[in-house]
């Protein structure tokens, strides 16, 4: 994606951004003023992945709260379907990575759940500390790995990228609500990438 091209989606979004923004403060129902800041951290989302798609564009490493993280893309990804999304999250889950990629792969592992468990299933997302190592898992009661349509682990390729770059793992497994449970773990700590940038 070109420089100018990206230059011109961000300052779009931005628009739409400023326009969420006045009609929210002019919003007397408290549930359109929450789906407007819905809307507006999805903008910001975007102009995030747009500006960090470029050739050459590098990310960096940083101490994130993973829990936040989590909590912030399940609440866009929940308000879009009619899916039980619950979200249990230890306090303070930090580690040392790069924020955008993991709210991709995070939204990716919780989007492949809520379409697995359909409009009227269940997803639950755990986020945890295991020693050293940050904990994310999804589970869904739907049909499980190996029988859902193929579309629904595109996803996955993100995913496993950001696990090979934290130097985490993801593995693949059954849920105890009867469908897939997949967990991504990573280190919270790691040695010698502090001040590495890689590009996505």
Partial sequence: MGARLRHDIRQSLAALRALAVLIEAEATDESVAERLQLMCHEVDWISDLVSSAGEGAEQGFSVVDVGAVV????????????CDVRVVQEPAVMALTDEIALRRSARNLVDNA???AGP????????R???SRAVLEVSDD????????????LGL???RRFVSRVRGSLDVGRSRL???RLTLSMPTHIG???TQRTSA
């Fill in 114 to 116: 809520v379409r697995a």
């Fill in 192 to 194: 010698g990438l502090v």
């Fill in 129 to 131: 500390r295991e020693g």
């Fill in 178 to 180: 009867g469908g897939a």
């Fill in 157 to 159: 390729v993100t995913v």
């Fill in 142 to 153: 739907g049909p499980g790995f190996g029988r859902m349509p193929a579309q629904q682990g």
């Fill in 71 to 82: 909590a912030s893309t399940c609440s866009s990804v929940s308000v879009s379907t009619g």
């Fill in 120 to 127: 009227e299933g269940r997803v639950e997302v755990a986020v």
